[in-house]
Structure formats: structure tokens, C-alpha cells
């Protein structure tokens, strides 16, 4: 690598205009990248936002995740909460600290993971402005939009007594994948495609369009894990949620094979595994629910237990960002 | 300090829920904290967004900056860039890293900073979501967003040969503050007006709305100095800049003590200091330019030098937020 192609070398607005020059353009965007700020439509008179922060060592190791796979896991987990909020992406916005030592090409490879996973995840979608700061460590913060196209967004807090829980996307591989990472390379390399899953995480985004126009009547993403999460759902509905074993197994068989790999247990990965940004939904009784979401169980008065696992309380040992 | 109100002992959820208790509300929330994303009303149809990025040792020093000045700072800062597109901020997202042994009590003055920025700067606009996060450094992540009220956004781009330049807010200031800090205590506290605006700068936040209405023509908001942000509009404008030093003598006077002080130039500091977050506008000739702004030049044809001082080029000596 050339030290001329650093970005101490190039400086910001270089740096910036070979970042932003290689960013795919959306529907939503009336003023783009390069100005004070953006503009972006909100053709139903409101927008969706959320914010989430991945710091090097805490959220990821650059010897696991290439520019390119911290570029799309920063859209991803954004998207995620948009949708889980019923909503449909329409911006972000990307402020990136890195080492000044940092190659150019390490920067275009994380734009070409933000566009890719705009492309394969969040269709329409663009990021209208950013910043570029010098870091020691490399910190990546993204801030994502919204639009629900007229409907009621759908919240944490609307679960009620008889509704059907349900879960759209994968549980467990993103757990099994940061295992296999932190084990030996060989693991590693049998199971590529959970490992890909922690580094890509594959939101089902448009599945929030669906349960919200299915009537879903509460959703959250599950970045903390199955149990921590309808324990949040529970929490904020005044309820109480039972989760089937039965109905888990589908996913546990997805990561048994790591699982018996690594002599972990597949079930700890399915009930208390975060990062798979899959989409925890409750919807009444008799609609027809969307067929990528998988009924899991059912939600009922509340008891002394928020979440139950076929009868027995279910802790909610998830992940804390800060305690870790 | 009790060991146990460190942000470690509290976990995630109870610093969220401490620091989000703090925070006031806003007139254009639709759905406020808590949940995967929030909702907020944009009324005409689209949204402003920019986003700043504040890093420990590079951006503010923890020595200098209190919690609450940071808060103020983070507010301030990305609220300057709304007001440089003709927008009211309406909805804010704060991210937050910081060590895991900060004690809450830091925490919650940077909320109470962030509230009075947005009382005395932003009033009705709210910190609608947010993410603490762990990490040696601490790092400052905001995204800021407003409301055009049906008015197009006003860009770097549009200024006219025959506008007057003009500038909202003060200049010089900030940079003084920051060389005050740089020197010794006892300059610091002879000039603790200058020293405030580095560490709670005050941008003309509502005189960026006045300057659309007025007909502005261009505007930015300086962060990175006269010099450089006089560029920017030029460079985008396809036009030159004709600045006046005998314009400039006003903002000299207010920063000359200081200068003499510390043996430096005033003007120096006028010309290429940043972090006044001032706005920088072009008039088209004959409007009634609002009286907060004042005239300091002229546009006109492009020629080699972008930007002229007395008929002299005035180089973009400004700050460079990679190489430093």
C-alpha cells in the first residue's frame, strides 16, 4: 500500500469526495451529500429514526471484519430498527472515526458494504451525509429514516392478552457465528455461513412492512437476544409472553452442527443469542400472519414471569452494551 | 464518588433510563425514546439531517469540557448546521461512548447540557433517541434534524455575482477561546467570555430561518473559519468572494485583548478561526438583509482566486478535522 493513498495523506475533503463519490443514490433524497445537511422526503408528514454506535473491540475486531462487512453490519443494524417500527428505509447518515493511518481503500471498501447492503436490504434507501474524523480506535455511528406511508408505527407496547408471538429471520446463527469466530479457524471455515450471518447480518427488512399491513400489534428487533427482548415486549405491553420450545427447535437445528462442533448448547445460542436484527412480532388471533414470520408462542395475562419457556420462567440473560 | 453509581454498575438500561429521564420534551415528537426508533413530524412533507462527530483528544479535552459543556457543545453544534439550510431543528439522536467507569453523575450533566443547548438554541426540538456505549475514549455522535416550513433549502450553492456576503454571529471567538485554553490559567479566566463560546459555542440558530425568508441566496454555517467556509460557497457558487478587512474590524475589536494578550494576531483568528458555527450568507442587492446579519463583502465574477481580502487572495488556512 501506497503511504500517499493514507488519509492523513489526502485529507478530509479528498478522503470524503472518494467516499461519498462511490455511494449509490436513492428515491427519497432531494439533497444529497455536501451540503450543511440533506433534505429528504417525508411524503406522510413524519419520519421514523434511530440511531445505533459500533465501537472497534467492543462491536467488532478489524482481524474478523474487512471495511466491507463493517460497512454493510452498519446498515443492517440500523435497518433493522426501522423496520421493526413497521417503517421502510429511506436515509442514513454515516460518521465513521478511523486512524489517519487508515488506507483509502479500506474506507471504499466500507462504502461498497454500505451500498451493498442498501442494495440487498434496504432498496430505495441512500446515505445522504456523513462524517470522517481520526480516531485511534474506529468507531462507526449511523443514524437511520423511515417512512410508514401514512400507517401508525408499530411499538414495543401494544401486545395484548391472546395475541400470537412470532418471529421473522434467523435466531442463534449470529450467536454461533461470533462463537466459531472467537474458536479456531477450522470451525471457522465449516460453518462460513453463520459466521457470514454475525459479520452481514441479514435483517428481514421488509417483513416490518408486512406485520405492520398484517396488523401486527407490537414488534422490536432482537439485537439482545430472544428472551432479553420479549421480556421488553412483556415489560412495555403489560403482559406476560410463553414461548414454546417445540416451536424453537426449527431454529436450534440451524446451528447444531457448530454447536456439537464446539460442545456449546444450540438451545443457550436460539434463546439467548443476540445480533440476528430477526423481528419479534405479536399479532390478534385469526389474522393471517405473514408466512416469514414463525409462530413461537402466545401472550397472556401477566404473571410473576414476563416470559415463560413452556411453563418455566425464561431469565432474560441477554447482552448488556455496557457491563458486556 | 460512590463506586456504585459508576456506569458499570448501573448496566445499560438503568444509564438509558436515568439520562432519558433528564431529557425535555419537543413539539414535534411523535414517538420520543424507548422504543426501536422514533417518530417525528415533519409538516411539510420533508426533513433536514446532519451529523456531527466529536472524538476525545482530537475534538474537546475532558480537562477543559465538563459533561454539561459537552452536552451543550454536541446540541449546539449540529443545530448550527440545520439553521445554514433555512431550517428550525425539530428532532435530535445523541449517541454517547464513554468509559465504563464514568459515574453517572457525568452522564447526567452531559443530558442537562444537552437540554439547555436546546432551550436557548433549539426550543421545541427534543433528543428523541439515543445509545450509550462503552469505550476508552469518549466519542460524541449527533444527528440533527428540522423543519424547511415549506421553504426550499437554502445551499452552498446558489450565491449570485452582485450578492452582498454577509455573516450572522461572531468570528474569531471560539479560536481565542481555544488558544486561552491552550495557554495559562491566568488568561483563561480574564477572558472567560471567549473561553465560553469554545466550550458552549452559541450559533444565530433563528437567524438562519430569518435569512431564508429574507431571500438568502447561499449560506453554511463556519466551523472551519471565514477563509475556508468563504471557499466553499465560491467553490460551489462557481463565483469569487470580495471580503473587506475593514468589515472585519468589529470582530477584530472583540477578540484584540485576548490577541494582545497572547502576543498574536487577531485577525488572524477572525479570519481563519473556526468553531464559531456563525452563518455565513449571500443577499441578493437591494433585499433588507436581516440586521443580525452583517455585510462583509461581495460576489462576483470567478476568477483565480476564489476569495479575496482588499483585493488580495486569502488563502483557506482553515481546519482540517483528519490531518489536524
Known amino acids: 500500500m501506497s503511504q500517499e493513498s493514507t488519509l492523513a495523506n489526502l485529507g478530509e475533503s479528498e478522503s470524503l469526495r472518494r467516499t461519498i463519490g462511490r455511494l449509490i443514490q436513492g428515491e427519497y433524497t432531494l439533497v444529497g451529500p455536501g451540503d450543511d445537511a440533506a433534505v429528504v422526503r417525508a411524503p406522510d408528514g413524519k419520519f421514523v429514526v434511530t440511531t445505533d454506535t459500533m465501537i472497534e473491540n467492543h462491536d467488532f475486531k478489524l482481524e474478523w471484519s474487512t471495511g466491507f462487512d463493517l460497512g454493510y453490519k452498519a446498515i443492517a443494524t440500523n435497518v433493522s430498527d426501522v423496520a421493526a417500527m413497521g ?23 466500507f462504502a461498497d458494504g454500505l451500498n451493498a447492503a442498501i442494495t440487498e436490504l434496504a432498496p430505495g434507501a441512500e446515505v445522504v451525509g456523513g462524517d470522517i474524523a481520526n480516531s485511534d480506535l474506529v468507531f462507526v455511528s449511523v443514524t437511520a429514516h423511515g417512512d410508514l406511508d401514512g400507517r401508525e408505527p408499530v411499538l414495543r407496547s401494544g401486545a395484548k392478552v391472546g395475541d400470537v408471538l412470532a418471529v421473522a429471520g434467523t435466531l442463534g446463527r449470529a450467536a454461533a457465528g461470533l462463537a466459531l469466530l472467537q474458536s479456531d479457524t ?33 414488534m422490536l428487533d432482537i439485537s439482545d437476544g430472544l428472551a432479553r427482548d420479549a421480556h421488553r415486549i412483556a415489560k412495555a405491553s403489560g403482559v406476560s409472553i410463553q414461548i414454546n420450545s417445540k416451536d424453537l427447535q426449527g431454529f436450534e437445528a440451524g446451528v447444531e452442527q457448530a454447536a456439537m462442533r464446539l460442545a456449546v448448547s444450540a438451545s443457550d445460542w436460539v434463546r439467548f443469542g443476540g445480533e440476528d436484527h430477526s423481528l419479534l412480532a405479536t399479532f390478534p388471533e385469526g389474522v393471517v400472519i405473514p408466512r416469514e414470520f414463525k409462530p413461537i408462542g402466545l401472550v397472556v395475562e401477566q404473571t410473576d414471569h414476563l416470559v415463560t419457556l413452556d411453563g418455566i420462567e425464561l431469565q432474560q440473560n441477554g447482552w448488556d452494551s455496557i457491563r458486556g
Not at 421502510?88 to 465513521?96: N, Y
Not at 460453518?191 to 452481514?200: E, G, K, P
Open 87 to 109: 417503517a421502510r428505509p429511506t436515509a442514513l447518515v454515516v460518521a465513521i472515526a478511523l486512524p489517519s493511518t487508515t488506507n483509502i481503500s479500506w474506507l471504499e471498501a
Open 186 to 218: 477450522d470451525a471457522k471455515s465449516a460453518f462460513d455461513d453463520l459466521v457470514a450471518i454475525q459479520l452481514r447480518p441479514q435483517p428481514p427488512v421488509a417483513s416490518g412492512v408486512a406485520a405492520s399491513l398484517a396488523g401486527a400489534t407490537s
